[in-house]
């Protein structure tokens, strides 16, 4: 049964896992300084109250048309809604990114900021990393704290493309709960552009904090570590695969054993990698072949300071909950299935004409979507990714599909497929 599983084996890195006892629960936040001043912290169940009317109100977009929900579905574990690589935006929706969306589900209040070194999940354990990065928000790690990501999107001129603080805050002077927000921030916070925006980042913050639909704990996973189910034969040896260091490896990035007090894991350690995965050549930003995405070092945050060039190109490492709901995978959601998703990591380097296809000298362009200065980067040494061509594969087919299957019982009960 599950409650025989080990914990991790070591990843490319090195790291140890403590378990660490901590608090469930979080303190309301203190005041938060903005550049338009300090704005007061109300009773955090308005807040959050009125953090969900914002985060489903189209009207405060430069378009009229998109939310925050748009990209973050409820009914899609509070990722995208369809099997776009990326979704559309802008100030008339005809704007597209380079990133898939994410889901927003479970790793919000347990996502430590980011760092370069010594890391600590805030209820589940303490991670000791030798100088990998960690943490942070959004697939780059650049947000530390909620609203200050909320603020991104509402500024982006290819998401919700708002042009200013005044604008926005003149549509949240126009929102149908322009009295509820002067009632939880006060009157005088709503009148000031910048505060009026800061205090709505706020309340998107404590919505994703505090509503349980952020991390309702319904799966089939969650039963079985409940003892309410029983993992099917084909799951429980595609979960020995998923843990084992020799097979598919997965938990040495994502998590799969209960933390402190038995918190459910979230198939997350934080941390960036570099996986060498091939350009996603429908984007629109990649017809321009001098254009590379190299996550933790840009274009969309500059390279942290004190951080190596060997970690250019890395990425955070996702939850895994509900992954086998989603329609694309990878940052730039270049596969559309999660049968290749996993099989990527399995043949990459055995089978790399597959995955990156031949140049027109006829050579293989392995790690496409990296600069060439960046490819040496790609993780060559964790398994199953350390095969070389002639070696066996890591996992068989069947074992790729019983990996899947083990996946599926990570989507929660009110997720639609």
């Known amino acids: 049964m599950i409650k025989h599983v080990a914990l991790i084996a070591p990843r490319c890195g090195a790291f140890l896992i403590f378990l660490a006892l901590a608090a469930c629960s979080r ?12 704005v007061p912290v109300p009773d955090r169940a308005a807040m959050a109250a009125l953090g969900r009317k914002i985060f489903f109100d189209a009207t405060l977009s430069g378009s009229g048309k998109q939310s925050c929900a748009s990209c973050h579905s409820p009914d899609h574990a509070y990722g995208p809604p369809d099997g776009r690589a990326v979704q559309p935006g802008g100030e008339h929706m005809d704007r597209e990114g380079m990133r898939a969306v994410p889901s927003l589900r479970y790793v919000l209040p347990r996502t430590p ?3 370069k070194e010594h890391q600590r999940d805030p209820i589940e354990r303490e991670i000791e990393v030798d100088a990998v990065p960690t943490g942070g928000f959004t697939r780059d790690g650049r947000f530390d704290t909620l609203h200050e990501q909320a603020r991104a999107p509402l500024f982006d001129p290819v998401e919700m493309a708002n042009r200013d603080a005044p604008s926005l805050a003149g549509k949240l002077r126009a929102a149908t709960y322009a009295d509820e927000f002067a009632h939880v921030f006060g009157a005088a916070t709503l009148a000031n552009d910048s505060q009026a925006v800061a205090a709505l980042t706020m309340a998107l913050e404590r919505f994703q904090l505090d509503d349980p639909s952020f991390a309702p704990y319904t799966s089939k996973f969650d039963r ?17 695969l998923f843990v084992d260091p020799a097979k598919g490896n997965c938990a040495s ?11 459910a894991p979230l198939f997350t350690d934080y941390s960036f990698a570099n996986l060498g995965v091939p350009r996603n050549r429908k984007l629109k930003v990649n017809a321009d072949p001098a254009f590379f995405d190299v996550g933790l070092c840009g274009p969309q945050r500059k390279m942290p300071a004190g951080v190596d060039e060997k970690y250019c190109g890395t990425f955070k490492t996702p939850s895994l909950r509900n992954v086998a709901a989603r329609r694309v995978f990878m940052h730039h959601g270049v596969f559309d299935n999660l049968s290749d998703a996993v099989r990527f990591y399995v043949e990459r380097d055995l089978k790399a004409v597959r995955w990156y296809g031949n140049t027109k000298v006829g050579a293989v362009d392995r790690y496409d979507d990296l600069p060439p200065a960046y490819r040496r980067n790609v993780d060559q040494l964790t398994a199953p990714m350390n095969r070389r061509p002639g070696d066996k594969p890591a996992l068989s087919a069947t074992e790729i599909q019983d990996i899947v299957a083990f996946l599926q019982t990570l989507t929660d009960a009110d997720v639609q497929l």
């Open 27 to 38: 303190a309301p936040a203190p005041p938060a300084a903005h550049a338009g001043g300090t």
């Open 113 to 115: 900021r980011w760092f």
């Open 224 to 240: 079985v570590l409940a003892g309410q189910a029983q993992l099917s034969a084909q799951e429980q040896h595609g979960l020995s």
């Open 253 to 263: 990035c994502h998590i799969a054993a209960p933390g402190a007090n038995g918190a």
